[in-house]
T-cell receptor, first 114, second 110 residues
């Protein structure tokens, strides 16, 4: 158990809908990262927050947005969902702001868009 | 474009055999991570290599780092079925953002 929690574990929704994925980092970690992993694919970095502020952006679509709240939990919002958005979404946390810190991953949310 | 390239991307081997996964990177980083992912599961940090010449071992896995060659290796000794997983190596760019390799899917047959 990494100490990072994600909810929900599974999510099934229809095209065009909007969903919110939630992540709570390990105690003491200030950075939260979001990743997307499509079937049998590698990890795509989406976005990083550090202590409430956006720190880095990767290949995140305009339909996707995220935020980190004062209690350091983070939410990833996915809107106007398409079939291709079906994937595993991972949240990771680390203690520092730089990507060089070791990241601890949550169990992931499996999103299925039908 | 900065890259982290793993070789091979897929490896099927018999139990008891030895093999090496290679990770070449084009960044100037002096450290590198290895992560493991079981099918449909989350990722787990395996090794943190912090300097040139670093070698770390855990069980049947040994990782090393040669920053001059920009090469890291993950060596599997006397493979067992439980090591079947996908292994990722990770470096980072000058902005300290992670660059992930594509992963090596390892299948170990009994």
């Amino acid at each position: 158990d990494s100490g990072v929690t994600q909810t929900p574990k599974h999510l099934i929704t229809a095209t065009g809908q909007r969903v919110t994925l939630r992540c709570s980092p390990r105690s003491g970690d200030l950075s939260v990262y979001w990743y997307q992993q499509s079937l049998d694919q590698g990890l795509q970095f989406l976005i990083q927050y550090y202590n409430g502020e956006e720190r880095a952006k990767g290949n995140i679509l305009e339909r996707f947005s995220a935020q980190q709240f004062p209690d350091l939990h983070s939410e990833l919002n996915l809107s106007s969902l398409e079939l291709g958005d079906s994937a595993l979404y991972f949240c990771a946390s680390s203690v520092g702001v730089l990507g060089t810190y070791e990241q601890y991953f949550g169990p992931g949310t499996r999103l299925t868009v039908t | 474009e900065l890259k982290v390239e793993q070789n091979p991307l897929f490896l099927s081997m018999q139990e008891g055999k030895n093999y090496t996964i290679y990770c070449n990177y084009s960044t100037t980083s002096d450290r590198l991570y290895w992560y493991r992912q079981d099918p449909g599961k989350s990722l787990e940090s395996l090794f943190v290599l912090l300097s040139n010449g670093a070698v770390k071992q855990e069980g049947r896995l040994m990782a090393s780092l040669d920053t001059k060659a920009r090469l890291s290796t993950l060596h599997i000794t006397a493979a067992v079925h439980d090591l079947s997983a996908t292994y990722f190596c990770v470096s980072w760019d000058s902005n300290y953002q992670l660059i992930w390799g594509a992963g090596t899917k390892l299948i170990i047959k009994p």
